[in-house]
């Protein structure tokens, strides 16, 4: 008898439709799975039989053929255990073949038959919403992020025991429940630190145009605390955004049942030793979502950023450009969306006391530029915004006042971004022909910006920048026009290759 | 004057530890030893000898030992003609000066440890009588530069020849200055002529060979840069000049081997540009002016000290430019250590709040006076009205 339903399988963030067909003919007992599956979709074979034991059902001992249409497409995971069950079922005869019609399954098999949740179900919903499914069959576990899809019917498996005498009838699948409003957890608040006058506006003028920027300060002065507290003074996710991101974090399987939608902004801070692979997506096998990915909509902080390897740093280019980023690899090209703000962190020199009057710095002035020659290149041309990061003493530490806490700093964030909404477009992204238009100045802004580009030697990169910062300040100011006061804030905002520069002006 | 007592090396010269080390006794007479001696070399007494005796000979001997040719084979019959190694010197456009050359300089007060010949090119060397030697570190603060390039340019207009050893920072500085202003340059090298080191003062050196200076060094074509080649230039340097303005000196370092080198020296004067106890690039300079060095204030001080009149352009400075901001000049005095100093640290030291500092600081670097890096802010010029003083 031949049984065939739907599921799907997960190529980067996109699933692909994929039929299941069971045939079980006459021959030697045996099970074979044919269709490009890796060990985990082999080992289903294993996995099914062992369960469907322990759920009550018998074995069919004769010769039992699965097979995973389309044949060229490599499949992986272990969410086709439940699909491959409950073809078998109907198969078997344990349900009529009309059960099956329309139906889309995905899930994992434990060994006693529970029904396990898998990764990259939301995905797999919106391909079942695209093929029009009648009913799509997931994981109780991953209920809650099944029903995140309007216009699919999802109901939730807890076992194969449950599945069975649902197909005949005698029993009922979970229903999905209506979407938790719990409170998003708490993100940590500006209010909580202390001082950095300097760094909180940095933080909210990068906040405020989506500007890149680079925190520099001695060991311990705060630049982690301070590049954690930037989702917080990001407008809250749209719920667009919301669904990519949770698709995102569905794919790497990070998404838990009590948070089926991912509703705050993400903050991913990969260790300095991170790979390529795992920066920017990869693995073995089809390409699994990086950290450039996974900060999709949010913030990607590289602490200690002199410590990353070139080629790390060469691979966040695309995505700083583009705003995602392909994964090829032999089974497959993926592409991930990447659109994050990047906050670096860096020590001023090796030892982290250069330019400190208290702490002698123990780095040679060779040391030194070969430090800042790492840090600048590639990397620092997308850097919009630097600012130092200063160790706050014992006296405004204990301070009682709290500072501006995060909402505050979120209004006017919000409100320079829907100055920008009306532009189409944040000032980061701005396209350097649009800049003249878009950055109208007044005279003294113009005459600074003319003594400033030649005094200062500003590359025609560097003014750009500069240009965009400066919109971005006079947008948090609520002005249309640029001013002198504007252009020089965002100067002084620039990162300064002082060296490469005076090398040039000795010679 | 100077107490030359206190101004004594209080380090041993290297000749003299090398003499220490020295297994066998040598014959008493004073012997000028090549460069390159060590007691390791070679063939000592073959090499001892040939710099001894004065003439053509050992100097074609010393450039084929530098080049690697064993010291037996020097005394075959197919040894090289001095006219083939004269013309390849003169390929490479580098002369050879010795005792009995016009321009030997060191007629009057020979270096100590002596000199035996020097590799010369570009113009002549300047008689000693007004040249002054201008020495700093390498790692000099940018400010400091600055002031070497200051002096520099008034001595210069004065019509010193300025002496320096061709490195980067506090050399270049001076070096460059002198260029620009027109007047006469020596740079002495711990290298062959034609490996000019450091790299990153080529341009300049090939400048110098043009026409707007003097490479000199003791050591013949090829012979690459060691360690132990500096200290002993820095005795030409001091030999080479009437006076050493040592701008910039941190403990133990070359420009204060090289105003030791110049106390020592019979006639030298040793001058030095102050600086706060705690500039570390003024500790060398600091702890020569307690041991009688010359105090300088600006290159008035130094010319007085030559007895030579300041040139009229000098009192005559343009002036500043513009005025600046009474902000930027509050923080541009607490740069005045040439230091770098984090903005944060700067907002305490001015009292300005960030916001007043940031555009205080762009003030000043749009005039050229301070300079912003990933470590901080600091000084790297002179403001304009403070020019009249040096």
Redesign the interface.
Known sequence: MLARLDTAALVGLVAHPVGVEVDIGRGLPAITVVGLGDTAVLQARDRIRAAFGNAGFDWPDRRITVSLPPSDLPKHGSGFDLPIAIGLLAAAGHAPQTALDGLWALGELGLDGSVRGVRGVLSTVLAARAAGARLLVVPSANLGEAALVPDVPVAGARTLRQVGAWLRGQEELDPPAPPAESAPPAVEDLADVRGQAAARRALEVAAAGGHNLLMVGPPGAGKTMLARRLPGILPDLAQDEALEVTQVHSAAGLLTPAMPLVRTRPFRAPHHTVSVAGLVGGGSGIPRPGEVALAHHGVLFLDELAEFPRVALEALRQPLEDGHVTVVRSVAAVRFPARFALVGAANPCPCGYAGDLVRACRCGPEERRRYERKLSGPLLDRVDIFVEVERVGADALGASTAAEPSDAVRARVIAARDRQALRGVLNARLPTSDLAGRCQADGAARRILGIATERLGLTARAYHRALRVARTIADLAGDDTLMADHIEEALGLRYAEAHGRRATAAS | MIDRQRIRPTGTPATTIAAARKPRTRPSRELARPPWWSPETPHQDVLLSLAASRGALPWVTATRLADGVAADDLLRDDSPDPAAVNRRLSDLSIRFVHPGSQEWPFADAPPDPPCAWLFAAGRPLPPTGRSVAIVGG??AS?LRQAVAGALATALAAAGCPIISGGAIGVD??AH?ATVEAGGHTVAVLGSGLDVPYPR?NV??FCRMRAGAGTVVGEHPPGALPRPSHFLPRNRLIAALSIAVVVVEARERSGSLATARAAGARGEGRVLAVPGAPWDLGAAGCNALIRDGAVLVRGAADVLAELGVSQPEALATRSPAEAPLSPAAARTLTALADGI??????LSGLTGL???AL??A??EL????LV???????RA?ALPADSHAAW
């Open positions: 390498r790692r940018p270049a500085a460059h990153a341009a300049l770098v100093v984090r903005p944060s640290q709040d960030p916001g940031a555009a600081i762009l670097e749009i005039a050229g300079e912003r890096s990933i470590a901080g802010v790297v």
